[in-house]
């Protein structure tokens, strides 16, 4: 497995949790090493910031083609004019190629790489920071926070592959890289001792520099691993500290729930979220570009962007909202046309030139194709959805409705009409699919209720039935492709590339 061995060197790249000193000075690589550089608090800060970094590629390249596009909440916009475009549309299809438990899909291959430099830099860290003396609030904020870092990466390899080689000491050897396959109960305990070791080292929110995961942060990672594995009243109690910690709340606007190019970042709602910055730093991002229909105009994009430069985008869209999560939002939902918007395409090939976008992530800014936004991984609106299920799955549905209704409310809609056990389960799945739309959880949603079969295998023939409700344009050939909706696995199979590298895979 390709662990990346130059660590250190890698820890010079600028990392971006917040501003002014925390914008890492970058250090020729020659003069990197473990023995010369980790030996102050600045080069363990240094060192953590540079841990963030593959959150930023994860983000911004590829947890929403693996996720959210890996579902039914949103698909491609066919552009027959643009051909190169088979490994997208393999994760929207479930089509994505396998042989012998290994896959050529690139996209599968560079998310198990970033996910795998965040454990290579955490674990650089964590073998060394109890070696050096230094302020011990400081020091366990940094541990707190590479323990974490490496529970989420493994928490992602869990749930994307089921199985991965669970390294928690540096590489130093490429035979030391190849390591056998760890199982899900492996890897959850592992990233359970991690999340349990993390909790007491991290400040709260309100201590914390904005932009570094926190206690509240780690609460909720770990509350979600604990309801991954149906551990209800461990994941209540988590879930429970949030609520009663008073470090965050609903906004009671869902408009401004979203961060803005250069605003609203961090905000009450906020528990954790992926730091984007404007500018030629090359710490911005351009997820909302890549979730444009296309071919779209400058003038079409202008509206949306508000950049004083836009330019014409062709190709073929991706992440566009699918007929089924419109239909999904009940009459007067609010957060319908905040989470989806409208753009008409002059040179579609489809004769309703309307297409759906994602709005919720859509903020003005100013340069095209670069813009600062930040992605939240959980709020607190989650927390509450996630107490609510919790609570419902240990008979205590009562109690349930009511964080269920707290989010309905801020949605401007009744409380919910649900009673029992079963329709209380239901009513909260479905709202965690518009409340949470196109932040990358419908995915693991249905495969952690093992609805892959259900859900995923209905949509599939509803695309094979009707493409041009589906954004496939009236030409001929324009269809469904022949392996579409032909692998509904619960996970990946693991990346080609690196089985090259292990004997393991």
């Not at 390249?61 to 959210?68: A, C, F, I, T, Y």
């Not at 989420?152 to 190849?178: C, D, I, M, Q, W």
């Not at 760890?182 to 914390?208: C, F, H, M, R, V």
């Not at 905000?267 to 090359?282: M, P, R, T, Y």
Request: hydrophobic residues 40%; proline residues 5%; glycine residues 6%.
């Amino acid at each position: 497995m390709k662990l990346y061995r130059k660590y250190i060197s890698l820890i010079a790249l600028a990392g971006l949790m917040g501003c002014g000193p925390d914008f890492l000075e970058v250090f020729p690589e020659t003069q990197l090493s473990s023995a010369t550089f980790f030996k102050t608090q600045s080069d363990f800060e240094q060192a953590v910031n540079a841990a963030y970094v593959p959150l930023r590629t994860i983000t911004n390249d590829r947890s929403w083609l693996l996720g959210e596009m890996h579902s039914d909440n949103t698909y491609y916009a066919r552009n027959i004019l643009f051909g190169a475009t088979e490994q997208q549309e393999d994760l929207a299809d479930f089509a994505v190629p396998e042989a012998n438990g290994v896959t050529s899909n690139t996209h599968v291959l560079n998310q198990y790489r970033q996910d795998y430099l965040i454990i290579a830099r955490a674990n650089q860290i964590l073998a060394l920071i109890d070696e050096v003396d230094f302020d011990a609030a400081a020091k366990a904020n940094v541990k707190g926070q590479a323990l974490y870092l490496r529970a989420y990466a493994y928490f992602e390899l869990a749930r994307y592959f089921g199985k991965a080689p669970l390294h928690l000491t540096p590489v130093a050897s490429r035979e030391e890289a190849a390591l056998e396959l760890s199982g899900e109960d492996e890897l959850y305990a592992q990233i359970i001792s991690d999340l349990d070791a993390a909790i007491p080292l991290l400040p709260e929110k309100s201590k914390q520099q904005a932009g570094r995961v926190t206690a509240g942060a780690a609460r909720m990672l770990l509350a979600n691993v604990h309801i991954n594995r149906k551990s209800w009243s461990t994941a209540e109690t988590l879930l429970r500290a949030i609520v009663n910690s008073g470090e965050y709340s609903l906004i009671p606007d869902y408009a401004n729930v979203f961060p803005g190019n250069s605003s609203n970042k961090n905000n009450s709602e906020s528990i954790f979220e992926v730091q984007f910055l404007e500018g030629a730093a090359g710490l911005n991002g351009n997820f909302i570009y890549s979730f444009m229909p296309r071919p779209i105009s400058a003038a079409e994009l202008k509206p949306i962007t508000g950049t004083s430069n836009p330019q014409n985008i062709d190709g073929e869209g991706n992440n566009i909202p699918t007929p089924d999560i419109i239909a999904a939002f009940e009459e007067g939902d609010l957060r319908k046309d905040v989470s989806i918007g409208y753009v008409e395409l002059a040179g579609s090939f489809r004769a309703d030139k309307v297409y759906p976008y994602i709005l919720k992530h859509a903020k003005t800014h100013s340069q095209h194709n670069n813009h600062g936004t930040n992605w939240i991984i959980y709020r607190y609106a989650e927390t509450l959805l996630f107490l609510a299920e919790v609570l419902n799955e240990q008979g205590k549905t009562g109690e349930a409705v009511g964080y269920l209704n707290q989010v309905r409310a801020r949605a401007g809609l009744a409380p919910t009409t649900a009673s029992g056990q079963a329709d209380v389960r239901e009513a909260i799945f479905k709202e965690r699919r518009v409340e949470l739309a196109f932040e990358n959880k419908r995915w693991f949603d249905i495969q952690r209720t093992d609805r892959i079969q259900e859900i995923i295998g209905a949509y599939g023939q509803r695309i094979i039935a009707n493409p041009l409700d589906y954004y496939y344009p009236p030409v001929a050939g324009a269809v469904p492709r022949s392996n579409a909706f032909t692998n509904l696995s619960k996970f990946y199979a693991m990346p080609a590339a690196e089985a090259d590298l292990s004997p393991y895979f």
